[in-house]
């Protein structure tokens, strides 16, 4: 376990997401689930603020980490097995690999600006004719769409009461669920399927060719000492 559980639990826990489960879920959760699911989030959440007003100042140790998903899971014991597999699918997409969700929003702004700016395209390398294919794999809403300017000004208007206080824990970043929802959906959604757009515009081989290309011109913008790796959807097969 690590934060980004307690993460999950501020975006469980809110009024506002639940309308957004089914893009990581992949299907809508009942009724009674979402109320099961937030209840235990918000019990979750409950026991790893302990009291404290900020979540920076929460107990950050294995013991209590472990003990919130203790809490979590007891309560979502009572799912049918349907929707705890919808549970299950949203908690994964939203909290797995920290690490791969950073390579992935680098990569995904990589490629945008390939898509989009060809003076970027001369100086990084990247030929015309890549950066058309790449252009043809943003033309899909599950790749472009997610406006994370116009969430961020929905979710601060947001007038649920649980929603101001998920928001008035993290006081200096009002807007930090959003960030992680956002970095969970380009992980799980965005770029998976700019992959796949791809492949379905090209030829395999030079599907390959083409994100051989692309992820070299992408490794050379990692910042000096940058732990950045390609995301693994994006290696070309061997």
């Not at 970043?173 to 956002?182: C, D, E, R």
């Amino acid at each position: 376990m690590d934060e980004m559980f307690d993460r999950y639990a501020l975006f469980a826990s809110a009024d506002f997401f639940v309308g957004y489960w089914p893009v990581l879920a992949g299907s809508q959760h009942s009724d009674a689930a979402v109320s099961v699911i937030q209840s235990a989030a918000r019990a979750t959440m409950a026991d790893f603020m302990a009291g404290e007003s900020t979540y920076w100042h929460v107990d950050f140790s294995l013991e209590r980490q472990a003990r919130s998903f203790a809490i979590f899971s007891a309560s979502v014991r009572i799912l049918s097995t349907a929707d705890r597999v919808r549970e299950e699918i949203l908690r994964r997409n939203f909290c797995e690999d920290k690490r791969e969700q950073a390579n992935v929003v680098f990569a995904l702004d990589f490629l945008y600006r390939v898509a989009h700016d060809r003076e970027f395209c001369v100086g990084v390398g990247v030929s015309a004719e890549d950066a058309e294919v790449v252009a043809a794999s943003f033309s899909s809403s599950r790749v472009d769409s997610l406006d994370t300017y116009q969430l961020e000004r929905d979710w601060l208007a947001s007038t649920s009461t649980w929603d101001e206080t998920v928001r008035n824990v993290t006081p200096d970043l009002p807007a930090y669920t959003v960030t992680n929802f956002a970095d969970a959906y380009r992980k799980t959604v965005a770029l998976p399927t700019f992959v796949a757009n791809l492949s379905t515009a090209v030829m395999p081989q030079t599907r390959k060719d083409i994100l051989t290309r692309l992820t070299a011109s992408l490794e050379n913008q990692f910042p000096p000492r940058s732990s950045l790796t390609v995301p693994l959807v994006l290696r070309a097969p061997e």
